[in-house]
């Protein structure tokens, strides 16, 4: 009598369980859909700053740094200077793994543009997000871990800036002249327009979206600002200063790990993900927790 | 002591009558009945947290300079609402818990108003005579909705700037009157200087005042009227079954107040909401992508998205795209909402008082309906987010978008559809909604199987039915209840409190306590022998 008074309440109580898990596994699912921004291209950064004394001044293509932002500190951003010892090595990667698209002068073809004369920080942007090999040239290139080290990249750099003059030359930001409070305003008038306040990114149009920028490095920041790649417009020293793009690099820097008061941050989507928390776990628990004392119909 | 200063009080006011009768309420036990609570308990906790966040927050749009604690925000011009938002988020004492909570509680505040209208509209609550606290509750989730985006907009951040932005132009976009509405709610053009003082004294002080007295009307009626029941037991269309207020009721009902405020302080604790600082002051020419307003007013933002861009000429002039989307979709739907009771009254004629509530299998044709509406705005709902979607999708923009224009006029119809058949054909079988019983399935020596049925189990919370006590039965045979008094009686199991109808008292329950009683209902506007007006559903059966 006992044994089956108990399994009946089990059976009573186990008809909630499908309920429960339901609201749990419905609420986790939607948490993952934001995951929090891994790491995965963090290691790129250190590269730069440590092998940028490995490489001479290859020389014939210098960036008019002076042109622009007549009150901009320049030694907020130096200009990596390329070995010209490593164009081989980079011409050889280039021929194995962007020639088929781009030619072998980087000439371009019915499928990739003419590269000669973009500069050296356009190459490394794209090699270095990862964007280039690129699979599909129909569809918006996809940031991954990149294919090359960082050597290897800068040495396909050097080979496409030495076939032609011309171009803005990789920026090295240094953070520690950099304002954060200044990038903020910067950001907000200038960025977030297509990449959210937050930097999370979101759709644009037609399958165009702006990416997030959660593991962006201070250089690919710099990189993007001057190249303006893809449907991103290209900011010259005209519109924003050397110092201004070192300080949107630090408050990007920010933004991938802001002062995230107030528990645990849903994605920085803003109100969507919260109505989904509040309908749910917030309204969904209380229901249950209604459901669990109130009474039910015999 | 407490005798005496309840005897003080009893001789100059008679509350010991009134007293007697609340705390022998009956309410009917059922966990539907408890979401209005929530709303009502979100409420209160709004009002405390709110009332918290009065004492920091400067209502003001003067721009000063920022000194604060938050750094990437030094040296900027903010707004002092703005400031001081940053101020309660970062340097008051438990500040941000108390902010998270205040928009936590809005949130499931709004959603259980909501999941509320559901229930009562699926289970027929609002029929005669109910009408006016259905008028009630509309207005009460229309002054919800308004509140919830007029404190949205307080800070003056520039995702809420965003929306004050787009409310601004939807306000605009009224024929003939919109220019001056806009001028007299903003006091001149967007932005303006006067829209934070004024939407904050609409915000702590009118529309609470508002949502108080509306509410305050609602439970008066509910009280007054008494709360309707689910067809079972005992249960007519004459009567009231259910616990006591006191003890059962207001115990189950404290309790879960409880349970919403820990939840609600939960969730303002350790989940991130409404980060401003993040989003920085507004600025009229700064724009973020993705804005999104709070999830109540999602539908109406994404019913902006899916909106074609057509341009309707009438009169002449050219009506405002924003004008049908905005302005007259909202208008159709509160006014179709609230006038519910009288339009349904004109399907089914039906003109009889109903305090059995409709299981919503029961009425197929009104359960598909609102399955059908309600899809509707659940498609536009998910349209708000179109932008968030296709990102988190790898999809087109454009692809989402047109996906969601086709999704609103498909699924509606479809969801009505399988809402009426689960409807229908739940509702022709005869157990459905009964507790299974266990069959035992025994085999004989000879090898033939044969199932018996076993005898239902006695539920946990079983509603004992006793036979009323002698004195009661009298004063409802008197009071022309004989049904009652005859087939009828209450479970009272232990203690000395009274049961009480609804004019007489009807002293105190020989053994009365905590158990589940039923009283009898006097018909509203009836005359001549109660039984008379029994609903056309109750003779049906």
Same mark, same amino acid.
């Given at each position: 009598m006992s044994i089956r008074k108990t399994s009946k309440t089990l059976l009573k109580r186990a008809g909630l369980i499908p309920i429960a898990v339901g609201t749990l596994t419905v609420g986790g699912s939607i948490l993952a859909l934001y995951p929090q921004a891994s790491s995965a291209q963090s290691n790129n950064t250190s590269h730069l700053s440590n092998n940028a004394s490995n490489y001479g001044y290859t020389g014939s293509y210098i960036y008019g740094s002076k042109t622009g932002g007549g009150s901009s500190n320049s030694a907020a951003i130096t200009n990596l200077t390329l070995s010209a010892s490593s164009i081989p090595l980079g011409k050889s990667l280039f021929l194995e793994n962007c020639s088929s698209c781009h030619g072998t002068q980087a000439q371009g073809s019915s499928r990739a543009p003419n590269l000669q004369g973009l500069g050296a920080a356009t190459v490394d942007f794209w090699v270095s997000t990862g964007r280039m090999p690129l699979a599909d040239p129909t569809i918006q290139a996809v940031q991954k871990p990149s294919r090359f080290s960082r050597s290897q990249t800068l040495a396909i750099d050097a080979y496409v800036a030495s076939l032609s003059s011309g171009g803005p030359l990789i920026p090295n930001v240094n953070l520690s002249l950099a304002s954060e409070s200044a990038g903020a305003t910067l950001f907000s008038t200038n960025c977030a327009a297509c990449h959210t306040i937050t930097g999370a990114g979101d759709a644009l149009a037609s399958g165009v979206y702006a990416p997030s920028l959660s593991v962006a490095t201070p250089t690919q920041i710099a990189e993007a600002i001057r190249t303006g790649p893809g449907n991103m417009p290209r900011f010259g020293p005209l519109t924003l200063s050397n110092q201004q793009v070192a300080d949107l690099a630090k408050y990007v820097g920010y933004l991938q790990h802001p002062n995230d008061r107030g528990g645990i941050a849903l994605g920085h989507v803003g109100p969507v993900t919260e109505g989904f928390v509040g309908i749910l776990v917030g309204l969904g628990s209380i229901m249950l927790a209604g459901f669990w004392i109130g009474g039910k119909n015999k | 002591m407490i005798t005496q200063t309840t005897d003080w009080f009893d001789e100059r006011l008679g509350i010991a009558k009134f007293t007697r009768k609340s705390l022998n309420k009956i309410f009917p036990d059922h966990w539907s009945f408890m979401l209005g609570e929530i709303a009502m308990y979100s409420f209160?906790?709004?009002?405390?947290?709110?009332?918290?966040?009065?004492?920091?927050?400067?209502?003001?749009?003067? &721009?000063?300079?920022?000194?604060?604690?938050?750094?990437?925000?030094?040296?900027?011009?903010?707004?002092?609402?703005?400031?001081?938002?940053?101020? $309660?988020?970062?340097?008051?004492?438990?500040?941000?818990?108390?902010?998270?909570?205040?928009?936590?509680?809005?949130?499931?505040?709004?959603?259980?108003?909501?999941?509320?209208?559901?229930?009562?509209?699926?289970?027929?609550?609002?029929?005669?005579?109910?009408?006016?606290?259905?008028?009630?509750?509309?207005?009460?989730?229309?002054?919800?909705?308004?509140?919830?985006?007029?404190?949205?907009?307080?800070?003056?951040?520039?995702?809420?700037?965003?929306?004050? !932005?787009?409310?601004?132009?939807?306000?605009?976009?009224?024929?003939?009157?919109?220019?001056? &509405?806009?001028?007299?709610?903003?006091?001149?053009?967007?932005?303006?200087?006067? $829209?934070?003082? !004024?939407?904050?004294?609409?915000?702590?002080?009118? $529309?609470?005042?508002?949502?108080?007295?509306?509410?305050?009307?609602?439970?008066?009626?509910?009280?007054?009227?008494?709360?309707?029941?689910?067809?079972?037991?005992?249960?007519?269309?004459?009567?009231?079954?259910?616990?006591?207020?006191?003890?059962?009721?207001?115990?189950?009902?404290?309790?879960?107040f409880f349970v919403t405020a820990a939840v609600i302080a939960a969730l303002g604790g350790l989940v991130q909401i409404n980060p401003i600082w993040l989003y920085g002051q507004y600025v009229p020419y700064r724009v973020s992508y993705a804005v999104q307003p709070d999830w109540y007013m999602g539908w109406l933002d994404g019913a902006l998205r899916l909106m074609p861009s057509w341009e309707i000429q009438a009169f002449g002039h050219m009506i405002p795209n924003v004008f049908f989307p905005a302005v007259l979709l909202p208008g159709i739907t509160f006014t179709l909402l609230g006038a519910w009771p009288m339009i349904e009254r004109k399907i089914t004629k039906d003109y009889e008082e109903h305090h059995l509530l409709d299981n919503p299998r029961d009425v197929p044709w009104r359960t598909s309906l609102g399955v059908g509406i309600l899809a509707f705005y659940v498609v536009l709902f998910f349209a708000s987010s179109t932008d968030v979607l296709a990102n988190s999708y790898s999809l087109s923009l454009n692809f989402v978008l047109w996906a969601f224009r086709v999704l609103l006029f498909v699924v509606p119809p479809l969801a009505a559809f399988v809402a009426y058949k689960v409807a229908s054909e739940t509702g022709a079988v005869s157990t459905t909604g009964r507790r299974k019983r266990i069959l035992i399935i025994s085999r004989s020596s000879e090898g033939e199987f044969s199932t018996t049925e076993t005898a239902l189990r006695a539920p946990m919370h079983e509603e004992v039915i006793e036979e009323l006590p002698e004195e009661i039965r009298y004063h409802a045979i008197k009071d022309g209840h004989e049904e009652l008094a005859s087939a009828i009686a209450v479970g009272a199991p232990s203690g000395g409190s009274t049961i009480s109808t609804n004019d007489v008292d009807l002293g105190p329950l020989q053994s009365g306590g905590t158990g589940v009683y039923q009283i009898p209902r006097t018909p509203r506007g009836g005359t001549g022998d109660p039984r008379g007006r029994i609903s056309r559903r109750d003779k049906r059966e």
């Open positions: - | 209160v906790i709004l009002l405390f947290t709110g009332v918290f966040l009065t004492f920091f927050f400067v209502p003001s749009s003067k &721009l000063i300079t920022y000194h604060g604690a938050y750094l990437p925000d030094r040296g900027h011009k903010v707004s002092e609402a703005f400031a001081s938002t940053l101020n $309660i988020s970062f340097s008051v004492r438990a500040g941000l818990v108390m902010r998270q909570m205040h928009h936590w509680a809005a949130n499931v505040f709004i959603a259980a108003i909501i999941v509320h209208v559901c229930r009562i509209f699926f289970t027929g609550a609002f029929r005669k005579p109910r009408e006016i606290n259905w008028f009630v509750g509309t207005g009460l989730l229309v002054l919800a909705i308004v509140n919830g985006f007029l404190g949205y907009s307080l800070p003056d951040d520039l995702i809420s700037g965003t929306g004050l !932005r787009i409310a601004y132009s939807i306000v605009l976009s009224v024929p003939v009157v919109g220019s001056y &509405l806009g001028f007299f709610l903003f006091g001149g053009t967007f932005p303006g200087n006067a $829209i934070i003082p !004024r939407f904050y004294t609409l915000h702590i002080l009118i $529309i609470p005042g508002l949502i108080i007295g509306l509410l305050t009307a609602h439970l008066a009626i509910m009280w007054h009227q008494k709360h309707t029941q689910f067809k079972g037991k005992g249960k007519t269309n004459r009567n009231v079954v259910g616990v006591a207020m006191w003890p059962a009721y207001a115990f189950q009902a404290g309790g879960f």
